[in-house]
């Protein structure tokens, strides 16, 4: 019974965070504001729901799968934001109107300019 | 023979003698195998304390890190569902003291999945980090938080 309504949090919250992620990319303002929505909730979201997965097989192919899961998310998912982000910013995206650029940072980073 | 190896070996022998040698059985074994060498630890001297220091450490970094991504979730939940965005975003440069490419990618990585901050790019020398941060009213503060919170959790980890 315990275990059941646990499992039920873990997948249910997960999808939930996972529903942020998506709305989250539809919502809000600039390119690197929606990478935060879905580096950080995708990530947890997807972590939510295999623990959910482990714990309730809980034999241990699945558990050493879901650790290797995890494991590789952890790695890929902010190189993936990170490779995103920067292209952004280096072709010259327009930023949302409230950004504000720390004056060293084109420069550092060969970004283009247009304006 | 380090005493990490030796923590594998009793967690093997500790499957092999209560006959579980599945994933649940060895890390039941690993930490039994731990517990015990920590009793023992004064046999151990001419090794140091290292060993039990840097496991205190990767299990903080570990728990710390799944706290924070909780909470940067939430934060990011919040600003979804709410009809205004509070965000007052800027990218700021913050001064790396990692040192070696595997410890700026464990701190770049960890970054992006900690509240507000997201990292955009590290200069070719590895020095500087450029992060995208949500709420950036104060960048001193958030370049301290950063070096005295992953970072130094990070160096110590892997030192």
């Not at chain 2, 923590?7 to 209560?18: E, F, G, Q, V, Y």
């Not at chain 2, 060895?26 to 060993?51: I, N, R």
């Not at chain 2, 990767?58 to 965000?87: C, G, K």
């Amino acid at each position: 019974m315990i275990l059941e309504l646990f499992l039920s949090l873990c997948v249910l919250s997960g999808g939930f965070f996972a529903f942020i992620a998506g709305l989250g990319i539809l919502r809000l303002p600039d390119v690197l504001i929606r990478m935060h929505a879905t580096t950080k909730a995708g990530t947890l979201a997807s972590g939510l729901i295999i623990l959910g997965v482990a714990v309730g097989i809980g034999d241990a192919p699945t558990i050493a799968r879901a650790l290797a899961i995890v494991v590789f998310l952890l790695l890929t998912a902010p190189v993936a934001a990170h490779m995103i982000g920067r292209a952004a910013f280096r072709t010259g995206i327009t930023l949302w109107g409230p950004t504000t650029v720390d004056p060293s940072a084109p420069v550092k980073l060969n970004a283009r300019h247009d304006d | 023979m380090s005493l990490f190896l030796l923590n594998i070996i009793l967690a093997i022998s500790w499957a092999a003698l209560t006959g579980t040698f599945t994933l649940p059985g060895l890390g039941v074994g690993f930490v039994v195998g731990f517990l015990s060498l920590w009793v023992v630890q004064p046999l151990f001297k001419e090794q140091g304390g290292g060993y039990f220091v840097k496991v205190w450490r990767w299990v903080r970094l570990i728990v710390l890190f799944h706290y924070e991504l909780v909470v940067s979730s939430l934060s990011v939940a919040w600003d979804v569902l709410t009809p205004r965005h509070r965000a007052r975003p800027g990218i700021l440069a913050v001064p790396l003291k990692a040192k070696g490419e595997a410890e700026v990618l464990l701190v770049t990585n960890l970054i992006s999945l900690t509240p507000g901050t997201l990292s955009l790019d590290v200069t070719e020398d590895c020095n500087t980090l450029f992060v995208h941060a949500m709420f950036a009213d104060d960048p001193d503060k958030i370049a301290s938080d950063i070096e005295n919170g992953m970072e130094r959790w990070v160096r110590e980890a892997l030192e």
